[in-house]
T-cell receptor
Framework: GAGVSQTPSNKVTEKGKYVELRCDPISGHTALYWYRQSLGQGPEFLIYFQGTGAADDSGLPNDRFFAVRPEGSVSTLKIQRTERGDSAVYLC????????????FGPGTRLTVT | GENVEQHPSTLSVQEGDSAVIKCTYSDSASNYFPWYKQELGKGPQLIIDIRSNVGEKKDQRIAVTLNKTAKHFSLHITETQPEDSAVYFCAASSLYNQGGKLIFGQGTELSVKP
């Protein structure tokens, strides 16, 4: 069984550009989480989906960040007008359902904004 | 909101010795406490977890203890091996209050010297 996959593994973009990061959760997992990890820090929560809906987006830093999960499986994190401070590793995790605790992480996408 | 403090930030031990990492949390509603191991360039890997109705859990060389009254929990690794070298993160969550989003500590870089 495949784990959580994320693409691309690395993304370099120029300041001001738009980027999309993709997460493919473990098959059958209905809960999906996005986290951001800066160098030397623990992951920080961004947004949580239960099915297709964003159940908690309190961690999104500002309105340049947006995420979707239209069919309740794959999710895309979208960042507009990127800034150098957005550079980090973006991690996705999935969980069997809202009642399950265990979250399984993907390898992350390393975003570098130049 | 929840805050998780983790100590020490770095830990160096000789192969075969034990390692202990400690975390404290602030939100008494937290009821789930996982530990993750993260190797360089990879996503966090769930290694053990504990729920608030349990005081201790063991899995081979790894054990976790929880003191709900004091709001602290610890990871114990016995008979350390060089392959245990990695960054370890503790986390806390409250499934019922916050949908299970994880609040992470700052991480402990464990180095096991052969």
């Amino acid at each position: 069984g495949a784990g959580v996959s994320q693409t691309p593994s690395n993304k370099v973009t120029e300041k001001g550009k738009y980027v999309e990061l993709r997460c493919d959760p473990i098959s059958g997992h209905t809960a999906l989480y996005w986290y951001r990890q800066s160098l030397g820090q623990g992951p920080e929560f961004l947004i949580y989906f239960q099915g297709t809906g964003a159940a908690d987006d309190s961690g999104l830093p500002n309105d340049r960040f947006f995420a979707v999960r239209p069919e309740g499986s794959v999710s895309t994190l979208k960042i507009q007008r990127t800034e150098r401070g957005d550079s980090a590793v973006y991690l996705c995790a999935s969980s069997l359902n809202r009642g399950a605790y265990e979250q399984y992480f993907g390898p992350g996408t390393r975003l570098t904004v130049t | 909101g929840e805050n998780v403090e983790q100590h020490p930030s770095t830990l160096s031990v000789q192969e075969g010795d034990s390692a202990v990492i400690k975390c404290t949390y602030s939100d008494s509603a937290s009821n789930y406490f996982p530990w993750y191991k993260q190797e360089l360039g990879k996503g966090p890997q769930l290694i053990i977890d504990i729920r608030s109705n349990v005081g201790e859990k063991k899995d081979q060389r790894i054990a976790v203890t929880l003191n709900k009254t004091a709001k602290h929990f610890s990871l114990h690794i016995t008979e350390t091996q060089p392959e245990d070298s990695a960054v370890y993160f503790c986390a806390a969550s409250s499934l019922y209050n916050q949908g299970g989003k994880l609040i992470f500590g700052q991480g402990t870089e464990l180095s096991v010297k052969p």
